[in-house]
């Protein structure tokens, strides 16, 4: 999917506290519904349904047509039951982080954390050998949220390129007279320009009007879908061989990826236990999403079968309708760019200007801007190594998405609740929570590494082919 950051950061955060340095001594350590604290409230917090509709638009995306591409890599059945299971894992480690926050959040106080903070809080709060670790952890993380982001606008610009050149051909009736890499080059120019704006309420009613496009370019696709001849189930491949499932579950992880929304959201919320529970904002938006996604991805793939391409707009018809919307989701990717970029600066630019004297205004005032020139370098570099939405989505899926929405998850869940457990004597529980998560980072970590190299196997071929 190109990944639906562009919504995502459009929560707003409220100020943060600052982090305790050592943990607290509390009477219970067991997960944040047991905290001897009351549940955290904001009076300036947005509502459940507020928060429902954010989360929601933030994870539908243009990414959404992607995934008949995981049905194709791992058979009909083989990703439609993937679809439930990446689902589910993502919105089970979702939680995790939640009740890591909030569990954190309650015993020092009511504080904000973002996905970075929380992982540095979790390792000081912890075990003796594990704070000196905490710096560590914060800056793993956002290395991970750094590789993911800049993959986000890698995948965004191969996608932008590839309808830029079906609207060519419609309108020319002939392909472009330039290559991809050439039309990717092209692009480059105005996406730069475009992200040089610094200005965040500017940029974020540009993408707040792209989330209409969306929902417009779903129902059209939903229609061509059902109106299509689809090819018998049976004729398909109910599943292939691990390094097509290991493909398919990059692609989905990449699709379902949102643990970098979800602190930020929970932050913004008026009662923070809105996020939690089996009928919680979290767990109804993810189940809606997941409908979708099933649905898109089966019936994309039984409509296009083995012909499906990166994304379900590339194989519509071309008509003035079909690229018109083809078009508008140029528009709206190359509008969120400025946002996806935004981000990451934000998340750089204090480390980068601590480092150099306040006397030096200039440099100050000219460091956003070679930052920004230097990671849209990096992305475009990527793009004219990888320019393939197959091979780019799972690649960006399978390492820093697997490593933000399964493995940290895991490893954070343990670190912040197992010595509390242990302390109490709650030994069942110990263990309980060591099984599972240790389970999740080990699968974590296997699929990591399968995925890694049939993603690299899979462009080493495709390059040779070429």
């Known amino acids: 999917m190109t990944k639906n950051v562009s919504a995502k950061e459009d929560v707003e955060l409220v100020a943060k506290m600052p982090l305790m340095s050592a943990p607290k001594e509390t009477k219970s350590t067991k997960e944040p519904a047991a905290s001897?604290?009351?549940?955290?409230?904001?009076?300036?917090?947005?509502?459940?349904?507020?928060?429902?509709?954010?989360?929601?638009c933030g994870m539908v995306g243009p990414g959404c047509f992607s995934?008949?591409?995981s049905f194709k890599e791992a058979g009909l059945w083989a990703g439609f039951t993937l679809v439930f299971i990446v689902g589910f894992l993502s919105v089970y480690s979702m939680h995790k982080i939640v009740n890591c926050s909030q569990f954190l959040a309650k015993k020092n106080g009511d504080q904000t954390l973002d996905y970075g903070e929380m992982a540095e809080a979790a390792m000081l709060n912890s075990y003796d050998w594990a704070r000196k670790y905490a710096k560590t952890a914060k800056v793993i993380v956002?290395?991970?949220?750094?590789g993911f982001q800049l993959g986000v606008i890698t995948v965004s610009t191969i996608f932008a390129v590839e309808h830029i050149i079906e609207i060519w051909e419609f309108i020319a009736a002939a392909p472009p007279p330039f290559s991809k890499s050439v039309m990717i080059l092209m692009y480059f120019v105005p996406?730069?320009?475009l992200n040089f704006i610094g200005h965040m309420k500017l940029i974020t009613v540009l993408c707040l009007c792209g989330n209409v496009i969306i929902f417009a370019a779903i129902a059209l696709i939903s229609k061509e879908l059902m109106q299509h001849s689809w090819v018998p189930t049976w004729q398909l491949p109910a599943i292939r061989g691990v390094e097509g499932i290991s493909l398919a579950a990059g692609a989905l992880i990449y699709s379902f990826?949102?643990?970098?929304?979800?602190?930020?959201?929970?932050?913004?919320?008026?009662h923070a236990e809105d996020m939690r529970?089996?009928?919680g904002l979290l767990s109804t938006a993810m189940n809606l999403v997941t409908l979708l996604y099933a649905f898109l991805g089966f019936f994309?793939?039984?409509t296009f079968g083995n012909q499906v391409q990166g994304s379900l707009t590339l194989n519509l018809p071309n008509s003035v309708l079909t690229v018109t919307i083809k078009a508008l989701l140029v528009l709206k990717i190359f509008l969120g760019s400025a946002l996806q970029l935004f981000v990451v600066v934000q998340m750089l630019l204090p480390s980068l200007r601590s480092s150099f004297s306040k006397d030096r205004k200039w440099l100050h005032r000219l460091l956003p801007y070679a930052l920004r020139l230097f990671l849209m370098l990096v992305s475009l570099s990527l793009a004219l190594v990888v320019p393939n939405l197959t091979q780019i989505i799972p690649l960006v899926g399978i390492t820093s998405g697997l490593l933000l929405s399964l493995i940290l998850p895991a490893f954070l869940d343990s670190i912040v609740f197992l010595p509390g457990f242990k302390k109490q004597g709650e030994m069942f529980k110990f263990y309980q929570k060591l099984s599972i998560n240790g389970t999740l980072f080990?699968?974590?970590?296997?699929?990591l590494c399968s995925g890694l190299y049939s993603s690299i196997v899979e462009i080493v071929d495709n390059n040779n082919d070429s």
């Open 300 to 302: 994309g793939y039984v």
């Open 142 to 146: 956002n290395a991970c949220l750094l």
């Open 257 to 270: 990826e949102g643990q970098a929304m979800v602190l930020p959201l929970e932050n913004s919320l008026k």
């Open 191 to 193: 996406q730069m320009l």
């Open 36 to 56: 001897t604290s009351t549940a955290i409230l904001r009076s300036n917090g947005i509502s459940a349904t507020a928060g429902l509709i954010n989360f929601a």
């Open 67 to 69: 995934v008949p591409i």
């Open 442 to 447: 080990v699968l974590g970590w296997l699929f």
């Open 277 to 279: 529970g089996a009928s």
